[in-house]
């Protein structure tokens, strides 16, 4: 799952793509170097207001023959072919103040989120095809490091992906995903007990389910031979989600917009296996 807040911690995520080369050229083993990170995205799925951030970062990205850090991958990679890969790996997000939000004013914070998990991927096209077609199934725990690693939940989040890579350096990629969670996250996000209503956030206990669909986009482009630009967005949607009735809902659908640019500072002379 990918709610964040207001964006993921896991730059590595994001550089990848900012740093994607050609299809056909080895990449190097490992790359450190800085990004900085501008964005506006809706608090939460649901939420009618909008987190503004700005911050930079430091990336690294090591592309071992297990242990990678890597595209859209972070941890250990446990079977890789052509057509299939199951990776144990992690995410996370950044927590945001009930104070940013009208709608839960008074309510505790949303603390900092890791992820971890198994993630199965089905690669659909041909390796050597620019354009790429790919499913993921990644399936993981919740725990809040901002209150000692407490669990949070479990996130299901089956994505239908495509993603295509010119010769001349850009790339550009869609997503389409469901969001599902169990109760304990759902009423992370969602559930009102009865200290926190009021005359206008009556109390409300969330129900497994559904959490959101989400449709995502991406561009990069080289601007340099060590300098990218990525612009990315996201429109998250709560029509027909199990808590759609929860009264922290303000809206049914909510968009997100952001950009990134990637400096590379060093890298490698050794190459990747793959």
């Known amino acids: ?104 004013e008074g309510m505790d914070d949303l603390g900092t989120l890791i992820e971890f998990g198994p993630r199965m991927r089905w690669n659909l096209s041909a390796a050597s095809a620019p354009g790429q077609w790919r499913i993921e199934l990644p399936l993981r725990g919740v725990f809040d490091i901002s209150n000692g690693a407490a669990y949070r939940g479990l996130v299901l989040e089956p994505e239908l992906k495509y993603s295509y890579r010119a010769k001349e350096g850009w790339t550009w990629g869609t997503g389409l995903s469901l969001i599902g969670a169990d109760q304990s996250m759902q009423s992370l996000i969602y559930s009102v007990n009865a200290a926190q209503a009021t005359a206008s956030r009556p109390a409300y206990q969330a129900q497994a389910g559904l959490l959101a669909l989400r449709l995502s986009g991406s561009l990069s482009y080289p601007l340099a031979q060590d300098t990218r630009l990525l612009v990315f967005g996201r429109v998250d949607s709560v029509q027909g989600a199990a808590n759609q ?21 060093k890298q490698s002379e050794a190459r990747a296996t793959d």
């Open 1 to 104: 799952m990918r709610i964040r807040w207001p964006l993921t911690i896991v730059l590595t995520v994001c550089t990848q793509n900012l740093l994607a080369q050609p299809a056909k050229t080895a990449l190097p083993l490992w790359e450190i170097g800085a990004v900085g990170v501008t964005a506006a995205q809706i608090a939460y799925p649901g939420s009618s207001e909008t987190v503004r951030l700005a911050l930079a970062a430091p990336f690294v990205i090591y592309r071992g023959e297990y242990f990678r850090f890597d595209r859209d991958s972070a941890g250990f990679r446990a079977i890789h072919n052509p057509d299939f890969e199951l990776d144990i790996g992690f995410s996370g997000s950044l927590g945001s103040r009930a104070s940013d939000t009208v709608a839960r």
């Open 245 to 265: 009735a929860s009264p922290l809902v303000r809206q049914n659908t909510g968009a997100s917009v952001g950009a990134v640019l990637a400096y590379t500072w």
